[in-house]
């Protein structure tokens, strides 16, 4: 969508309190797993209608101002419902224990989040490339006024994939609760790597954002086994000399 | 901005009125108070350097707190080697920002708009991991602590204690209000008028001879430096520098500064800062949503009012 979300992260954050509130309340993971996306779409929806609209046309920098705000805001707020002390959650029975596979083992729970994330992956990718949903938006994007000289109602469209990216960020906040700390300033931590993610990956790449996440988390992964102290600092080393090299990213559509 | 007469000398008078009510505050106002405010001009410098970059070069930048914080802990790294004096503290901090600064900036402006914007953030995050996991310079996250303040002068018939009450506050004002008088000059100075035409358009900038990359170098060199004496003025007061004043939502937090005061003005950054740090510092004292009134007064003028405090005078 060619916009640049500072608040995606606070998205991110919403949804894993929306299931760490679901599950105190009801004691049941799916049910969250369920209404999270579902909310933060909501959500999502709301606020592109009510604010994004106006800075499309602004560029990128009164849109990371904005959502700079947002995230603000959206910290208060959580603050202010939760209080500041870092909540848990555990994994659905089912989910909680260890697997063997290949001789070694993995936590049952990992190896389901490894299958929601290749899941949704393969979902965005065909929908990208194979939907007609997907070619709208990439035509939205590259060419508005023309998109809309075809009929094409751009600004529901948006509102749509906007609202679609809320939920699925509120997704990966429930499927990423019980196994990271839930806390207000999450949404700062996540949000740096999945700039990184995008930008190395690509901007405009579903492909490339795979490929991106693929790339660091096995690099962060290697880089602290190897050399602990500098992890996080290779990793923005990364996103730089990707930034240096090929600014649009690696499997980016444009530069 | 050119002002014709009537509105140069309303615009004095507005700056010395300013300049003057800060300087009686340590006359009036309780301890913590100063605190804020020392804090607020600290952040006014910093917020200075910014505009520098943002305003009138149009560079934004999401790393520009790593600056900031390369000028704390160089001046924490040598006052707490017993070295004194606030000229060579305060210089170290600017010094060592700018020295950090030539290869980010560098690698930097190849690129503008949203790929610095993100290039930036991502330097910025590199020298906070840095700050984080050097250990034995930085001490990670536990920080350097313990600065002590300079003793102004080798003089003693003039030696007034920093620790006195209102006095780095004084110091404070006084580096701020050169600051802005330096950084004034500079903007209307052929250089900064240069900047001005390479921000609003590099090409023909440079089909008419102009050296842009260099210009917009040398600002980024510029703002560094500033944001690095701000830091090291932000050690000596707090007594100690952490890595979280390198992390990038405090950068966020000078933009909100920038653009709430009014960006390309120099005084609204000063402006802003007040506010940012007032809502941060002295609204949490009375109020628990600091943070929500603060992201909603952002959220407002970033859609309404996007030439901020000195936009709205502009226009009237």
Same mark, same amino acid.
């Given at each position: 969508m060619d916009v640049l979300n500072l608040a995606h992260g606070s998205f991110y954050m919403v949804g894993a309190y929306i299931a760490y509130s679901v599950v105190v309340a009801t004691n049941s993971f799916w049910l969250a797993f369920l209404v999270a996306p579902v909310l933060l779409a909501l959500l999502g929806a709301a606020l592109e209608v009510v604010f994004f609209r106006r800075l499309y046309r602004h560029g990128h920098l009164a849109q990371v101002l904005l959502t700079f705000g947002f995230t603000l805001v959206f910290v208060d707020l959580i603050r202010s419902q939760f209080g500041p002390t870092t909540r848990s959650i555990a994994p659905p029975p089912g989910l909680g224990g260890a697997v063997e596979l290949f001789g070694a083992t993995f936590s049952a729970y990992s190896l389901f989040i490894l299958g929601v994330a290749i899941g949704v992956g393969a979902l965005l990718l065909l929908g990208w490339r194979f939907l007609r949903v997907g070619a709208v938006l990439r035509a939205g994007v590259e060419d508005k006024e023309m998109a809309g000289l075809l009929g094409i109602n751009l600004p529901t469209v948006f509102t749509l994939t906007f609202a679609f990216g809320a939920g699925l960020a509120g997704l990966a906040g429930v499927v990423g609760a019980p196994e990271f700390a839930i806390y207000p300033g999450m949404d700062a931590s996540v949000l740096i790597l999945a700039l990184v993610v995008v930008v190395v990956g690509g901007l405009g790449s579903i492909e490339g954002a795979i490929v991106g996440s693929a790339l660091i988390g096995l690099g962060y992964v290697i880089g602290t086994s190897f050399f602990p102290q500098f992890a996080i600092g290779l990793i923005f080393a990364v996103m730089a000399a990707v930034l240096i090299v090929r600014p649009s990213g690696l499997l980016g559509r444009r530069s | 901005?050119?002002?014709?007469?009537?509105?140069?000398?309303?615009?004095?008078?507005?700056?010395?009125?300013?300049?003057?009510?800060?300087?009686?505050?340590?006359?009036?106002?309780?301890?913590?108070?100063?605190?804020?405010?020392?804090?607020?001009?600290?952040?006014? *410098?910093?917020?200075?350097?910014?505009? $520098? @970059?943002?305003?009138? /070069?149009?560079?934004? %930048? +999401?790393?520009?707190?790593?600056? &900031?914080?390369?000028?704390?802990?160089?001046?924490?790294?040598?006052?707490?080697?017993?070295?004194?004096?606030?000229?060579?503290?305060?210089?170290?901090?600017?010094?060592?920002?700018?020295?950090?600064?030539?290869?980010?900036?560098?690698?930097?402006?190849?690129?503008?708009?949203?790929?610095?914007?993100?290039?930036?953030?991502?330097f910025g995050q590199m020298l906070w991991g840095l700050a984080v996991n050097w250990v034995s310079l930085?001490?990670?996250?536990?920080?350097? *602590?313990?600065?002590?303040?300079?003793? $102004? @002068?080798?003089?003693? /018939?003039?030696?007034? %204690? +920093?620790?006195?009450?209102?006095? &780095?506050?004084?110091?404070c004002l006084i580096v701020a209000i050169v600051t802005f008088a330096l950084l004034q000059m500079l903007a209307r100075?052929?250089?900064?008028?240069?900047?001005?035409?390479?921000?609003?358009?590099?090409?023909?900038?440079?089909?008419?001879?102009?050296?842009?990359?260099?210009?917009?170098?040398?600002?980024?060199?510029?703002?560094?430096?500033?944001?690095?004496?701000?830091?090291?003025?932000?050690?000596?007061?707090?007594?100690?520098?952490?890595?979280?004043?390198?992390?990038?939502?405090?950068?966020? @937090?000078?933009?909100? /500064?920038?653009?709430?005061?009014?960006?390309?003005?120099?005084?609204?950054?000063?402006?802003?800062?007040?506010?940012?740090?007032?809502?941060?510092?002295?609204?949490?004292?009375?109020?628990?949503?600091?943070?929500?009134?603060l992201g909603a007064i952002f959220i407002a003028f970033v859609l309404f009012v996007p030439g901020g405090l000195v936009g709205l005078v502009r226009r009237a």
């Open positions: - | 901005m050119t002002l014709g007469r009537a509105a140069s000398a309303r615009y004095a008078a507005f700056l010395g009125t300013l300049a003057i009510g800060l300087a009686t505050i340590p006359l009036w106002a309780p301890r913590f108070w100063i605190y804020i405010a020392t804090q607020a001009l600290i952040f006014a *410098i910093f917020a200075m350097s910014l505009d $520098l @970059l943002l305003g009138y /070069a149009g560079l934004p %930048s +999401l790393g520009h707190a790593a600056f &900031f914080g390369v000028g704390a802990y160089a001046c924490a790294l040598l006052a707490l080697r017993d070295v004194d004096g606030l000229f060579p503290l305060l210089l170290v901090g600017g010094v060592a920002a700018a020295i950090v600064a030539v290869p980010i900036g560098a690698l930097s402006l190849r690129t503008t708009g949203i790929y610095f914007l993100m290039l930036t953030l991502a930085t001490r990670g996250t536990d920080g350097l *602590i313990g600065i002590p303040r300079p003793t $102004l @002068l080798g003089l003693d /018939a003039f030696e007034i %204690s +920093l620790y006195e009450r209102g006095a &780095f506050f004084i110091l100075s052929p250089f900064g008028k240069t900047l001005e035409g390479i921000r609003e358009n590099e090409r023909r900038m440079r089909a008419l001879g102009f050296p842009t990359v260099r210009y917009r170098f040398a600002a980024f060199i510029a703002a560094a430096a500033v944001a690095g004496m701000a830091g090291a003025l932000a050690a000596m007061s707090n007594g100690y520098a952490t890595p979280d004043l390198l992390y990038w939502t405090v950068s966020g @937090l000078a933009l909100v /500064a920038v653009v709430v005061g009014g960006a390309r003005s120099l005084i609204g950054p000063v402006l802003g800062a007040f506010v940012v740090v007032f809502a941060q510092l002295g609204l949490s004292t009375y109020v628990e949503r600091w943070e929500l009134i």
